[in-house]
């Protein structure tokens, strides 16, 4: 027997650090890690112990012969990873920790923001002796994008939260959620009652097509759709025309392939989720039963991963449908994967798309169409969106790299419901640099610098998509923001923080003066509590509060 790592795995790599045997890879110190879609055990050196099950926090680890049906393509992807990359007695060993020198005294460390990044950089704060720290958030909720962005029907996913509760709730840390940064509570004013300060807000905006007609009624970023299915208070009361029969989404990637799931799968299994009532309601009376996926390049290119398109094809009732002429690859793609050097998942990305253009749709079924090698023109309408204008692209080599150029042969998709999907995008932050072209606070690893000298900013950092921008699953946060905490603490052992004038009762002071009735950790469980009792009441895991006045009446209510 051997264990194997299954479609929800977060790349957080918890369970590389406990494997005994070093037979979980790619380790955060590979080069593969930086772009695998999950991570692999291999069976050849496998002891069965069970300690990567016990640690991995989404549940994504079954032994081998206890998989589910739909599971058991996971075993020859971990054989393909092996093959193309066996263990070798040269793979770098597992690295050590920095400890902080116990004369240094207490480190205190203010975290913005509370998702992913924030959670994982306060564990790895807290994991060390004599280090305080303080969570703000301008929700009264925490967890960002694992509450907001995390789709409703990946149960596994949101399981990260019960990790993240060991950060928000460890007794070092403080919580000031429904407090915000450059509002209540100023940037000097945190770097003057802690040694540093850590910036992890994400990246909220999202990017533009910059076609005509995409501000018309109907067109929408995919991430508005995303928060308001997830209930976040600032997109609760958005309304989506979905009348139609036919929504098209821009971009290919994980979100697109979220958003397409709730758009054709039966609101009821939503129901059950934690997906908000308004959203559940809007898609029992929806009249959607096809949406189309554009992606500008080929298959071999596609955004998505190869676990969550494996489980689109398996969804029941729903018929992927893929143009064959469309999974024809071009010559520069075909001599990729002809390459012995070829990683795996791209090849399987191919061959997921040559099965979908080879399946026969079933009657009445509803249908998610993946379209390649086209780009969206125009979105065309009167007062609102009618129509969607789409050129076919080709492939044209530039500087090693494959690139979608217009070939001038066009389409029109009739459609009310238009929805990109083509990225997130950071916003700047009152008092720090921000580099606009990229979208991220302008920082060596972590460490944020002057965009002019390129000299770091004393006490001040950055971690995740905010930092590096807009990449990876949840779990690629831990890497991040191990790496600043990293050079964090370099910088606490080397003398280079200054120390804070300011204490920690201070700062609870400060904080009650100006935000009276701030949510703290006592009060965010008050709102999971009573969450999860209304969930449990109407069948379903969680009910949400959708606006902030009624997160805040749960925060102070005593059950
Ligand atoms: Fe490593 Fe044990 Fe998990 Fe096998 S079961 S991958 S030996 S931790």
Not at 53 to 81: G, T
Request: hydrophobic share 35%.
């Amino acid at each position: 027997m051997a264990y194997v790592i299954t479609q929800a795995c977060c790349n957080d790599a918890s369970c590389v650090e406990v494997c005994p045997v070093n037979c979980i890879h790619p380790t955060p110190d590979e080069p593969q890690f930086a772009t695998t879609e999950l991570l692999y055990i291999d069976p050849e050196t496998c002891i069965d112990c069970g300690a990567c099950v016990d640690e991995c926090p989404v549940d994504a680890i079954s032994a081998d012969n206890e998989l589910a049906a739909e599971h058991e393509p996971y075993l020859k992807i971990a054989a393909d990873y092996y093959e193309r990359y066996p263990i070798g007695p040269d793979w770098p060993e597992l690295r050590e920790r920095r400890k902080i020198p116990a004369e240094l005294g207490t480190l205190r460390v203010a975290i913005v923001g509370s998702g992913p990044a924030a959670c994982y950089a306060a564990m790895e704060l807290t994991s060390r002796p004599r280090v305080e720290v303080d969570i703000f958030d301008r929700l009264p909720t925490p967890y960002g994008l694992v509450r907001a962005g995390v789709a409703p029907d990946h149960k596994s996913t949101k399981a990260v939260g019960d990790l993240f509760r060991s950060a928000i709730g460890h007794k070092n840390t403080q919580c000031y959620f429904d407090v915000e940064v450059g509002t209540h509570i100023s940037h000097d004013e945190l770097l003057a009652h802690h040694h540093a300060v850590i910036y992890a807000v994400g990246a909220a905006g999202d990017r533009h097509l910059d076609v005509p007609g995409e501000e018309l009624p109907g067109s929408h970023a995919a991430t508005e759709f995303v928060s308001w299915y997830n209930g976040h208070p600032d997109y609760a009361d958005r309304q989506f025309d979905l009348s139609g029969e036919c929504a098209v989404i821009i971009g290919n990637g994980n979100v697109a392939l979220d958003v397409a799931r709730a758009l054709v799968m039966d609101p009821e299994i939503f129901a059950r989720t934690d997906m908000a009532d308004h959203a559940v309601e809007a898609l029992r009376n929806s009249n959607i039963r096809e949406v189309v996926i554009v992606g500008r390049r080929g298959p071999a290119q596609a955004a998505y991963t190869n676990p969550e398109l494996l489980a689109l094809g398996q969804l029941r009732g729903i018929d992927v449908i893929v143009d064959p002429a469309e999974v024809e690859l071009d010559p520069a793609s075909r001599a990729l994967l002809d390459d012995p050097d070829c990683e795996p998942r791209i090849a399987l990305k191919v061959e997921q798309a040559e099965g979908f253009a080879r399946r026969t749709p079933t009657e009445g079924n509803k249908r998610i169409v993946l379209r390649y090698l086209a780009s969206p023109v125009e979105i065309n309408g009167d007062g609102k969106v009618e129509s969607i204008t789409l050129e076919r692209n080709e492939l044209v080599e530039v500087d090693g790299r494959l690139e979608a150029r217009p070939t001038g042969e066009r389409e029109t998709i009739e459609t009310g419901l238009v929805l990109r999907s083509i990225g997130y995008r950071g916003t700047p932050l009152a008092d720090l640099p921000f580099d606009e072209r990229r979208g991220v606070i302008p920082n060596k690893e972590g460490r944020v610098v002057d965009p002019q000298t390129g000299e770091p900013l004393t006490g001040v950092y950055t971690a995740g998509w905010i930092k590096r921008g807009p990449s990876g699953v949840i779990g690629t946060n831990k890497q991040c923001s191990a790496q600043t905490v990293e050079r964090l603490i370099d910088d606490f052992v080397a003398g280079r923080l200054a120390t804070p004038a300011e204490d920690r009762e201070k700062l609870a002071t400060l904080v009650a003066e100006r935000r009276p009735g701030f949510v703290d950790y006592s009060g965010w469980q008050r709102i999971d509590k009573q969450e999860r009792s209304r969930g449990a009441a109407a069948g379903k895991a969680r009910q949400k509060f959708v606006s902030v006045a009624e997160m805040l009446e749960a925060s102070r209510l005593e059950s």
